[in-house]
């Protein structure tokens, strides 16, 4: 799996992003899942989630609109299920985080999060 999907580096986790990620998260210190799906509570965001899964796509991997910041749980328990769940699963995700969905403001990279979605699954 990690060998066919590549390194990080190649999969565009590089210097930039490392730059790119941290920038965001001192703006958006908190995670956003949290108050979704464990309201009342708080958690510091320990990672930027991509809403929308990139699979390689520059494009969608630097569409910062739906980068989201994210604690290590909801990240792996809740956003994986709605990914689990496909495409309609994270348009409501990103409807419930105040976020227009992909294929209102990006129709041509639903392309690409569909086929990330598949390998994902697959
Ligand atoms: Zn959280």
């Known amino acids: 799996m990690e060998q066919r999907r590549g390194t990080a580096a190649e999969r565009g986790y590089d210097s930039q992003w490392r730059k790119g990620r941290d920038g965001f998260l001192a703006k958006h210190p908190l995670c956003a899942y949290h108050a979704l799906f464990d309201p009342g509570r708080i958690a510091f965001a320990a990672l930027v989630d991509h809403l929308y899964p990139h699979g390689g796509d520059r494009r969608l991997f630097w569409l910062r609109r739906y980068w989201v910041g994210a604690c290590v749980n909801c990240h792996s328990k809740h956003k994986?299920?709605?990914?689990?769940?496909?495409?309609a699963a994270l348009d409501e995700l990103a409807a419930r985080l105040g976020l227009p969905p992909l294929s209102e403001t990006h129709p041509e990279?639903?392309?690409s999060a569909r086929a990330a979605l598949t390998e994902r699954r697959g």
């Open 80 to 87: 994986q299920a709605a990914e689990r769940r496909g495409l």
């Open 109 to 111: 990279l639903v392309r």
